[in-house]
């Protein structure tokens, strides 16, 4: 019913900077609050950056001062502009956000298919 969407990634340069996207469409009450994960090979999933509804963001220690999360709550999406990348970003970066389908209930949390970032020397 609920699908979550990312865009954006690619190869880019240590140093570089790549922007994703991801929107979530489908039958959506609301949306509480969106994050991305990534998760490098052979690693466990981590977050990298999370907003919540009203602004607040949280952020992974290693992409402290590098990347911004932001959202745009009338198009149902989520961004994460990336700067001054570095290979060990080289990962898979997940979409997550949590979603309420009836006005009443509670959210639970929808995962994008995943979009790959790698980063080289």
């Known amino acids: 019913q609920v699908e979550l969407v990312e865009s954006g990634g690619g190869l880019v340069q240590a140093g570089g900077s790549l922007r994703l996207s991801c929107a979530a469409s489908?039958?959506?009450?609301?949306?509480?609050?969106m994050g991305w994960y990534r998760q490098p090979p052979g690693k466990q999933r981590e977050l990298v950056a999370s907003i919540t509804t009203g602004g607040g963001t949280n952020y992974g220690d290693s992409v402290k001062g590098r990347f911004t999360i932001s959202r745009d709550n009338a198009k149902n999406t989520v961004y994460l502009q990336m700067v001054s990348l570095r290979p060990d970003d080289t990962a898979a970066y997940y979409c997550k956000a949590n979603i309420r389908l009836r006005i009443r209930a509670a959210g639970s949390d929808y995962w994008g298919q995943g979009t790959q970032v790698t980063v080289s020397p």
């Open positions: 489908g039958t959506i009450f609301s949306i509480n609050t």
